[in-house]
């Protein structure tokens, strides 16, 4: 088992700056985590990630503006979110899989994950 713990979610105005963090006890050698949002009436949607190749993938709506890092040796994923928008506002969760054929492909399908946090709230203003 992999256990998941988010932090460092908070209010801010449109154009400001988050930065989370995600960290991972248990069984992390063999798991991927990743990043996901839910706002309130809408379903859970992946965020950002970085594969085993050590390149990230991005939702389409925070491209160019989240940055996704990862420090292997403290087992924690970070989301670096800059420019925030309104629409940003939701809960962020951290969710972990198991390596398909010990890889981390790039998938951001809240189905294919298994574990999750209890989830960091993010409340930006307009």
């Known amino acids: 088992q992999v256990h998941l713990v988010e932090s460092g979610g908070g209010s801010v105005q449109a154009g400001g700056s988050l930065r989370l963090s995600c960290t991972a006890s248990?069984?992390?050698?063999?798991?991927?985590m990743a990043w996901f949002r839910q706002a309130p009436g809408k379903e859970r949607e992946g965020v950002a990630m970085?594969?085993?190749?050590?390149?990230?993938v991005y939702a389409p709506s925070v491209k160019g503006r989240f940055t996704v890092s990862i420090e292997n040796a403290k087992n924690t994923l970070y989301l670096e979110m800059n420019n925030l928008k309104p629409e940003d506002t939701a809960i962020y969760y951290c969710?972990?899989?198991?390596?398909?054929?010990?890889?981390?492909?790039?998938?951001?399908?809240?189905?294919?994950?298994?574990?999750w946090g209890q989830g960091t709230q993010v409340t930006v203003s307009s």
């Open positions: 970085i594969g085993s190749s050590g390149s990230p």
């Open positions: 248990g069984d992390t050698k063999n798991h991927c």
């Open positions: 969710g972990a899989r198991e390596r398909f054929d010990g890889w981390c492909y790039t998938v951001l399908s809240p189905p294919s994950y298994t574990t």
